[in-house]
């Protein structure tokens, strides 16, 4: 773990009964990471992130969150982490404003400071409105949204988020995608787990991968990328396909396969290199009459779906 | 922000929570007409007293009425309260998926358990209270002026710490089983079993004069509970005609250790499920 880490989880293993939840999982994000946690349902996510709050104890390995253990000193280690859990209950006795103000003591600010934070948080939810109404007359994803504010209340050092955006409309969900960027910005931490590929390529800068309770991928975006890229793909629409011509391109040296579908054409290439000029030539030389072409290297997805099944 | 601190935030949360459940308020609304009604009953029965149930005796009833209002509800209807406060305080955390939101905040577990521990009893407390006042006041504006009224705060503090007992088993049980309704239904199985085994217990020592079944049956919850505010006002009000504070033979110390016994060690037994187990997601 390196001394920047301000999250660390080191061999965390834990059983829920005969079921082994985690198996020594290990990663550690540092400062100003937006870090994407994946895994299928069932994968462990959850539990990670349980077993870093100290909700659950691990049967071997430790958390640290800024270098204190939560399990041992929840009160230390838990003051500079925001936390919104995956469809949040919340306490539909208390009006908005109430909860935050009851959880802005649990976190010990200052009456003054607590107000000013509600009113700002509240705004910055799209809630202003909503305040003094009971949780309980909430919408699905207003509850998310108060549970943001509330992840927020403390202005945390570090922000643990459980599919923050699930259930969120369009609007809201690019709206937090711009607000954990600029958080992150700020130099906060934030731990994303989600299921939403699209929207972690988007904002993160790190991955980690799990599967069946075991990292299968820890490391850079562009990393995880790479290293689940087997091949790129060049995709060409054309006025009329030729069999003459998908046999001259699939003769090519640096070609793997042509797949074509009705006027289009996708090369997988056998090399990671922007050959379109080459394929294009190829094309014009056999008078074909090219509508467009686009380079496809990797979405997240496919190096998810190789993470999982172990294809590297 | 220190221990008391973040214990007290918790006791202001625990009352909202308990506040917010409609039977709560059913049931203290319920404890207070009764008390009303008992007091009507009482009344209608010294202005119309049967034959050869007048004078002196009456009088003197009269003037201690106000025990009645303090104390005539506590076999039943305060342990009820005391239950039914108890049972959601853990458990409807659990149910309700509302335990992480609380748990993944900067508290121990031990504050978090002292703080809805200490909310519930001080709400029991408040319940307790209102009897009290009303108790006392309908005495004074149905009957007159009160004798021994100065031991009204002692025998308040004596019916908060015999109701103790049936609330701490019932908060034990609300974190074993993390089930409202569970916890709720075992206290109250108990409290039945407690008093049917109770006048098996005295039935047979009745009949055979044996000493041990006397004995046996002081270990059950109820004995302490119910007798115990009866045995110290017995013990302090020195009016032996009193016909309310009647109870010879009263061991004050017996069933003051009996409900700690009780009390201890639910409180451990629930401290000990909640340190050394998982924080159960949403159960309800």
């Known amino acids: 773990m390196s001394p920047q880490s301000v999250l660390a989880v080191s061999n965390l293993t834990k059983f829920y009964g005969d079921f082994k939840a985690l198996d020594s999982v290990s990663f550690a994000v540092e400062k100003g990471w937006i870090y994407g946690y994946l895994g299928p349902n069932g994968a462990g996510k959850t539990t990670t992130i349980r077993t870093m709050l100290g909700l659950l104890r691990p049967d071997q390995g430790e958390v640290q969150i800024d270098g204190v253990n939560p399990a041992k000193n929840p009160v230390h280690a838990l003051k500079s982490v925001g936390y919104a859990p995956e469809l949040p209950t919340l306490q539909t006795f208390f009006s908005g404003e109430q909860l935050m103000e009851f959880i802005g003591k649990m976190f010990g600010l200052a009456a003054q400071a607590r107000k000013a934070r509600i009113k700002q948080l509240l705004d910055l939810v799209g809630l202003k409105e909503w305040g003094d109404k009971k949780i309980g007359k909430y919408s699905k994803g207003m509850v998310q949204r108060l549970s943001l504010a509330l992840a927020l209340i403390n202005d945390p050092l570090v922000l643990i988020m459980d599919e923050p955006t699930i259930g969120m409309d369009p609007e809201g969900t690019a709206h937090f995608r711009n607000l954990f960027t600029s958080l992150s910005k700020e130099g906060k931490t934030i731990f994303i787990s989600s299921h939403l590929l699209d929207e972690v390529q988007r904002i993160c800068t790190h991955v980690g991968m799990i599967n069946k309770g075991k990292m299968v991928f820890n490391g850079l975006i562009t990393q995880v990328l790479e290293t689940f890229t087997k091949q790129w793909v060049i995709e060409a629409e054309l006025k009329t396909v030729t069999k003459t011509m998908i046999t001259a391109i699939k003769n090519l040296d640096y070609v793997e396969d042509v797949k074509v579908d009705e006027n289009k054409l996708r090369i997988e290439l056998k090399e990671k290199k922007d050959l379109r000029g080459e394929i294009s030539s190829e094309i014009f030389k056999r008078k074909g009459v090219l509508l467009s072409l686009n380079l496809h290297k990797i979405t997240l997805e496919d190096a998810y779906l190789r993470a999982l099944k172990g294809d590297q | ?284």
Do not use: C
């Open chain 2, 1 to 284: 922000m220190g221990f008391l601190q973040r214990s007290a935030n918790m006791v202001t949360y625990e009352w909202r929570r308990a506040l917010a459940k409609k039977k709560f308020y059913v049931l203290v609304i319920l404890t207070l007409v009764l008390q009303i009604g008992l007091f009507a009953l009482f009344s209608y029965f010294f202005t119309n007293p049967p034959p050869g149930f007048v004078g002196s005796p009456l009088e003197e009833m009269k003037a201690s009425m106000w025990l009645v209002g303090v104390l005539g509800l506590q076999g039943l209807f305060i342990p009820l309260i005391a239950i039914v406060i108890a049972g959601g305080s853990m458990s409807e955390e659990y149910e309700r998926g509302t335990a992480d939101i609380l748990l993944s905040k900067p508290i121990t577990k031990m504050e978090y358990m002292t703080g809805k521990f200490l909310g519930g009893l001080s709400l029991l407390g408040f319940v307790i209270v209102l009897i009290t006042i009303l108790g006392t006041t309908l005495a004074y504006g149905l009957f007159g002026p009160q004798e021994s009224i100065q031991f009204v705060p002692v025998i308040y503090l004596v019916l908060l710490y015999s109701n103790l007992l049936f609330f701490s088993m019932t908060f034990m049980f609300s974190e074993v089983f993390r089930r409202t309704t569970l916890s709720i239904m075992a206290v109250i199985g108990i409290f039945v079993a407690s008093l049917f085994i109770g006048g098996i217990l005295s039935m047979m020592h009745l009949m055979t004069q044996e000493q041990l079944y006397l004995e046996i049956s002081k270990w059950l919850p109820n004995w302490s509970v119910s007798n115990l505010p009866s045995f110290v006002a017995s013990e302090l009000i020195t009016a032996p005609e009193s016909p309310f504070v009647s109870v010879p033979g009263g061991d004050i110390q017996l069933a003051a250790a009996i409900i700690a016994v009780y009390t201890i060690a639910s409180i451990l037994i629930a401290a000990l499920k909640l340190v050394r187990s998982d924080v159960t997601k949403r159960t309800g």
